[in-house]
């Protein structure tokens, strides 16, 4: 096999899933909060559009940037939400899945032998997506007892010769840390004064608690002119399975990352892009009834996670985990305490490891299920810890 793809390890939160699978179709009740995918249905009006698009014959291949009209629906949101200009025939790129448009977006910036600096605890899927493109993923942790901040101090230490691209995650998967707006000017200013690019996965977006605002990078002067912004319509819209994201920046970067689009994928499907267009520029209702649904979820969580001996749980600013500091429970490893969990409780989490340095000692949590499952995994938590010896 390459060494590009035996030197990377297999996703570690699909093998939570997997473990979780399998023990469900041995007839044990698993709770499972180890995933990322919203326990909501996509909006009606989104899917309807999608299914008269589908029914209609629109099943063909779009341009590869995507349909103009969806290009002009992400332009308008990309400047009224973020404060970022991009053109809609020259600065954006439909894709299938924001998860692709990283791909792309660090394939095209990423020469082999080249460093991207990754703040962490970070998405498990970062560093292989570096590793995949021939680079080096840096790690710069950061420390839960300052909240998890990203400073220009932590920026300027992992910096090199071969440092080309800072890759951050606002709100953070699996802190919930979102960037203030003096982290964001860090990030941009550091970035600027060596020459790097930016690449900002704004997936979470959507979700946010207590006013937090959300500052995208490209929408500040120093990144503007090297940010590549990714989003998508998984995590704000419920639309996980419809695999549809875009990424955007300058057209003369744009236009490269295109060419690896249209080498691997060509284009994005077609009537879920219609879909995607309603859910632009249509109703904005379900959104904040879901985003107001997860933040009870969160106080929910984090209360009981507060109230079990050994743990202590800072509640997160956006996206939909909990991460936990198990390190109070005598477990060593939060691996173990990961594969305990889930045997004597029948709860599966996320171990803090698999998201690199600084998540050991902390597990990741999954509010995006019902508060039923979350007092009932709560209840399960503490009985367990309660029995241990």
């Known amino acids: 096999m390459a060494a590009r793809v035996s030197g990377i390890e297999k996703s570690a939160t699909f093998a939570i899933f997997d473990k979780v699978r399998a023990l469900r179709t041995q007839g044990v009740r698993i ?50 939400d973020n404060g970022i200009q991009a053109g809609a025939a020259d600065g954006i790129i439909v894709t299938p899945s924001a998860k692709h448009a990283l791909h792309i977006s660090l394939l095209s910036v990423l020469d082999p032998g080249d460093e991207v600096i990754v703040p962490t605890p970070s998405w498990v899927s970062y560093a292989a997506m570096a590793q995949l493109a021939g680079a080096r993923p840096v790690f710069a942790e950061l420390p839960a007892d300052g909240g998890f901040r990203l400073t220009r101090e932590v920026l300027e230490a992992h910096v090199t010769d071969r440092t080309k691209a800072v890759l951050v995650n606002s709100p953070n998967n699996p802190t919930g840390h979102v960037l203030t707006e003096a ?28 006013g937090a605002r959300h500052i995208s990078p490209a929408s500040l002067p120093d990144g503007a002119g090297r940010t590549l912004t990714v989003n998508g319509f998984s995590k704000g819209y419920a639309m996980t399975g419809w695999r549809l994201g875009y ?18 994928v060509g284009c994005a499907g077609s009537f879920v892009q219609r879909g995607a267009v309603a859910a632009l520029t249509g109703p904005q209702d379900a959104v904040a009834a879901m985003a107001a649904e997860y933040a009870e979820r969160r106080s929910l969580l984090v209360d009981a996670m507060n109230a079990l001996p050994g743990v202590v749980c800072t509640p997160p600013d956006g996206a939909f985990y909990a991460f936990a500091d198990i390190r109070g429970t005598g477990f060593e490893r939060s691996a173990d305490f990961a594969e305990w969990l889930l045997t004597a409780a029948g709860v599966a989490v996320t171990p803090g490891t698999a998201f690199g340095p600084g998540g050991e000692g902390h597990i990741r949590l999954s509010f995006a299920t019902s508060r039923e499952v979350l007092a009932e995994a709560a209840d399960r938590m503490a009985a367990a810890l309660a029995a241990r010896p």
């Not at 970067?253 to 080498?263: D, F, M, N, S, Y």
């Open 31 to 80: 709770l499972d909060l180890g995933g990322g995918e919203p326990d909501f249905d996509t909006p009606r009006h989104i899917a309807g559009e999608a299914a008269a698009a589908l029914a209609g014959g629109f099943t063909h291949y779009t341009p590869s940037r995507g349909t103009p009209e969806l290009l002009e629906a992400i332009s308008k949101k990309l400047a009224d």
């Open 183 to 210: 982290e964001a000017r860090d990030v941009t200013a550091f970035a600027a004064a060596h020459d790097l690019f930016v690449v900002s996965d704004e997936i979470y977006e959507k979700i946010r608690y207590d």
């Open 247 to 264: 990424v955007a920046g300058p057209a003369e970067i744009i236009g490269e990352v295109l060419k690896v689009q249209q080498h691997t």
